[in-house]
């Protein structure tokens, strides 16, 4: 929610010049404006916390909940950087009606009282045997995929070939909750198992994961924010992303419900893998990521080439078809919301059941993901009911569907989005 150019202008002397008047940042945090000026471009999460500094945006939430686990240090920063109260003429500048700004004060309440109270409860509190246990079960997948790959029966190797891709894919899974620090209580280890995770399984970089998928967290259908959007020229999710008509009517997107997971997860994949990781890396000399992205590639060395790639293609159809999911096919926005609406209206649950919950890793309970991110992933079933009153309470719809009409509903999507494109 930071005031537009009119709020940081009033009251400046003359003699100021005006491209100071232009850069300065601000951001909306527990009823004071921070000058974020030059913490922005410290700020280790990248560039999400530029969308805050813009008109209508409030950061108080999204700072609680991303840095959940460092309190002390948000205090210490935030302590740091100059402030002023927000006032009545700053709210009116930020666009927003009175009615909205009572309606998200009351959910912030309501938000707040619930995340104290899960607290409370011990919901955040880390869990090492469940840790242990995702641990080995890619040692299990990994050991036994490359076993089975230098087997002679052709049964075994496809097999292999499956397991193989299984370690892949749930490397995906636990470095993404790695990344969001709920697995060990502890944010420097938790991203260090995120970063070994995600380069020996994946031979991808944390860091670059992290971020990108903290913008989408965010904001998630937030165009020109969330960056799963920014899908071209393979995929349109929505039509409203394609911007020249010409884009629109792409051999790749007329026929994205066929190409989605025959062909364009890999390519993605690949494309992660030789070029967007390494480069990133390489130019922000995290070189302990680039060992292990590196040692990743003895795993492909020994199994083969082309085994490699297949477990590569089932690997990305596994992780990006199953993310695909929750958001794809929901509504886009272009303006500020509230972080419960964001959750509530932009994301959505799959139906859990214990196979579900395993093949999704809990991320099937996205909306409580979203909601409360440094969450351990497992205890999310715990909360749906209290997360569903909070929603009716609210007048916010709470959206849960069985996997295979997810499934349908998220093929259904590219395949309107293509007509439409089509016919534009």
């Known amino acids: 929610m930071a005031p537009n150019q009119t709020a940081l202008t009033s009251g400046i002397p003359d003699g100021l010049k005006s491209n100071e008047i232009k850069t300065k940042k601000e951001i909306l945090y527990e009823g004071n404006f921070y000058d974020v000026t030059e913490w922005v471009k410290r700020h280790p999460g990248g560039k999400i916390i530029e969308f805050y500094t813009e ?3 409030d950061a108080t939430l999204a700072i609680q909940q991303f840095h959940q686990r460092s309190t002390k240090k948000v205090i210490a920063i935030m302590s740091s950087l100059k402030k002023r109260p927000a006032t009545s003429q700053d709210f009116q500048t930020m666009g927003l009606d009175t009615k909205t700004i009572s309606r998200h004060k009351s959910l912030t309440t309501d938000f707040l009282t619930l995340f104290e109270e899960l607290k409370n409860e011990g919901m955040f509190e880390p869990s090492l045997p469940h840790v242990t246990y995702r641990l080995l079960e890619l040692i299990m997948f990994a050991v036994l995929g490359v076993y089975l790959l230098f087997q002679e029966s052709t049964l075994l190797k496809t097999l292999g070939i499956l397991s193989f891709a299984m370690f892949q894919g749930r490397s995906g899974w636990l470095m993404h909750e790695g990344g969001h620090h709920s697995l060990t209580g502890s944010p420097k280890m938790d991203r ?4 070994v995770v995600y380069g020996l399984g994946d031979g991808m970089a944390s860091r670059w994961w992290s971020s990108q998928h903290n913008r989408h967290h965010a904001m998630p259908q937030r165009i020109k924010r969330d960056v799963d959007l920014e899908t071209l020229p393979l995929l349109a999710f929505n039509a409203k992303i394609v911007k020249n008509p010409k884009h629109g009517k792409s051999f790749f997107i007329q ?21 967007l990781h390494p480069r990133y890396v390489i130019q922000r000399g995290n070189h302990h990521q680039l060992l292990f992205m590196a040692l990743h590639y003895v795993f492909a060395y020994y199994i083969g080439f082309v085994p490699y790639i297949i477990t590569v293609w ?11 999911l929750s958001h794809t096919h929901l509504p886009v926005t272009t303006g500020p919301l509230h972080w419960v609406e964001y959750a509530l209206l932009h994301t959505m649950d799959v139906k859990p059941s214990a196979l579900c919950n395993w ?8 909306i409580e993901h979203h909601l409360f991110p440094t969450m351990p992933q497992f205890r999310h079933p715990l909360i749906v009911d209290r997360v569903r009153k909070l929603a009716a309470k609210h007048g916010i719809p709470y959206q849960c569907e069985p996997y295979f009409k997810s499934v349908s509903m998220t093929f259904e999507n590219l395949d309107h989005v293509a007509k439409d494109l089509r016919h534009n």
């Open 55 to 57: 008109s209508g945006e």
């Open 192 to 195: 260090f198992i995120q970063a």
């Open 255 to 275: 026929n994205q419900a066929i190409l989605f997971l025959a062909l364009d997860t890999l390519l993605v994949a690949i494309m992660w893998k030789v070029y």
């Open 314 to 324: 089932l690997a990305s159809v596994y992780i990006f078809g199953n993310f695909a």
């Open 359 to 366: 093949w999704m890793s809990y991320l099937n309970f996205q």
